[in-house]
């Protein structure tokens, strides 16, 4: 079962800067391609950093104030001032950026968004190379996934692939991405891991797992282990 990674959802084609790109050039790309960040690269499209609305605001959110440094002045702050100033990329660009591979799976990748608050993430290749960008909006797109894939996956891949479920002997059905499976399996274990990997499989929603068991063997799945025949561990 493949879950869907950063390469299936990020954009391709991707407005960059370079660290010497003037402030105003900046601005251009960023409402000529209607984009709210972009990358900087540097000749090799190694990504350096990313420079957001949130840098270039700063010039006007500061505009007729004095940057003279003040002596209690926090980071952020210092910060904005700072990019107030700046005339270039280089100076504008928040860095290191925080990256991502083609390869990433979208729930890591969302994770990773969320910790380190930004609102995307270049992806690059395993020489840092910029080869997309990804933004919270892609990685929504998981969940347009048709229903019927969805059923495809659950249904080939978890019960008939990994579990060696006969056709037939479990019903699922998928409506706007809510998975319910209604049937009987011989084990508990079984039906807990079907459970597992239906949550897993892109674009599920929500998962209401109504199997049932003949036996129960948890016990014997998590009981302790028989004595050593010769009474050595």
């Known amino acids: 079962m493949r879950a869907w990674q950063i390469g299936d959802v990020m954009t391709t084609d991707v407005a ?7 402030y105003r050039e900046i601005i251009d790309v960023v409402t000529g391609r209607r984009v709210s960040a ?13 420079v957001s609305q949130a840098d270039l605001l700063h010039k006007v959110e500061l505009v007729g104030e004095p940057h003279e440094r003040r002596l209690f002045e926090s980071r952020r702050r210092h910060d904005a001032r700072v990019k107030a100033d700046a005339a270039v990329a280089r100076d504008l660009m928040t860095a290191p950026a925080i990256t991502a591979y083609t390869r990433t799976p979208v729930a890591a990748a969302a994770k990773l968004m969320d910790r380190e608050h930004v609102k995307r993430l270049p992806v690059v290749d395993d020489l840092g190379r910029l080869v997309g960008i990804v933004t919270r909006g892609d990685l929504l797109r998981v969940h347009l996934r048709p229903d019927a894939d969805i059923r495809q996956d659950v249904v080939r891949e978890v019960l008939q692939r990994v579990l060696a479920v006969r056709e037939g002997t479990v019903q699922v059905t998928v409506d706007d991405g809510v998975v319910r499976m209604v049937g009987q399996l011989d084990r508990r274990t079984s039906v ?26 948890t016990a014997l799945v998590l009981g302790p282990w028989p004595a050593h025949p010769t009474g050595i561990a």
């Open 38 to 50: 972009v990358p900087v690269v540097d000749d090799f499209d190694r990504v350096l950093g990313v």
């Open 192 to 217: 807990e891991l079907a459970g597992r990997l239906a949550a897993q499989v892109s674009g599920v929603v929500e998962l209401a797992n109504e199997l049932g068991f003949d036996f129960d063997d």
């Open 16 to 22: 960059t800067v370079r660290e010497q790109t003037p």
